[in-house]
């Protein structure tokens, strides 16, 4: 038995080593993607509208990243980056709308395996997130409430793990992304009690 585990180590080890040198550069990614995000209140996704039905708000976000290798014999990468957000939700009673634009600066841990034409890069890591401006209930969520506004927190940090799979260079991407500090926490309970968000990430986009 313990033959057998320091062979599957030795062939991990030869599988990484074997697969992922050719991405052995710095590079920088354009992408753009949709975001199905969701609001919740203390876990439980929040009811945008009225009566029982529960939906998430359409985004899309588009951004440029570049990767820094940190070392040419294994290829471990870090990536930073700038990106706009814009999320959204309609109700035929405009009244229950939402809008929010947020900029958000991603910095990521990633790993490339490499089967050329074939690079898949798995990666996690946070975001920091600025809502540059927002509305709900014709209101402006991120002002204070003795400013009139509803008094959400305008600055926050998320935390993502995904995969990118570049084909040449254009690239294909997936990834899940959740709140680390809450949106809105305990301010009036008119609005909840800890509201985050949680979203998916769709792209597309090339490499350069």
Not at 15 to 32: H, K, M, P, R, Y
Request: charged fraction near 15%; glycine fraction near 12%.
């Amino acid at each position: 038995m313990k033959k057998l585990k320091i062979l599957a180590i030795g062939a991990i080890l030869f599988a990484l080593s074997s697969t992922a040198n050719a991405q052995d550069e710095s590079f920088g990614t354009f992408f753009a993607s949709y975001n199905p995000l969701g609001i919740y209140d203390n876990g439980d996704l929040l009811s945008l509208g009225t009566g029982t039905s529960k939906k998430q708000c359409s985004s899309f976000t588009a951004g440029v990243t570049y990767a820094n290798i940190l070392s040419r014999e294994t290829p471990f990468f870090i990536e930073y980056g700038l990106a706009g957000q814009y999320s959204f939700w309609n109700k035929n009673d405009d009244i229950l709308s939402l809008r929010m634009v947020s900029l958000k600066v991603p910095l990521s841990l990633m790993y490339a395996f490499d089967w050329d034409p074939l690079t898949v890069i798995p990666y996690g890591g946070v975001d920091g997130v600025g809502y540059v401006w927002g509305q709900s209930l014709k209101t402006d969520m991120f002002k204070p409430v003795d400013k009139g506004g509803l008094g959400f927190n305008r600055f926050g940090i998320n935390w993502h793990a995904g995969a990118k799979v570049f084909i040449g260079d254009f690239l294909v991407g997936v990834a899940y992304e959740g709140a680390i500090s809450p949106l809105y926490k305990n301010k009036t309970p008119l609005l909840g009690s800890n509201i985050t968000t949680r979203q998916v990430n769709v792209a597309l986009g090339f490499r350069f």
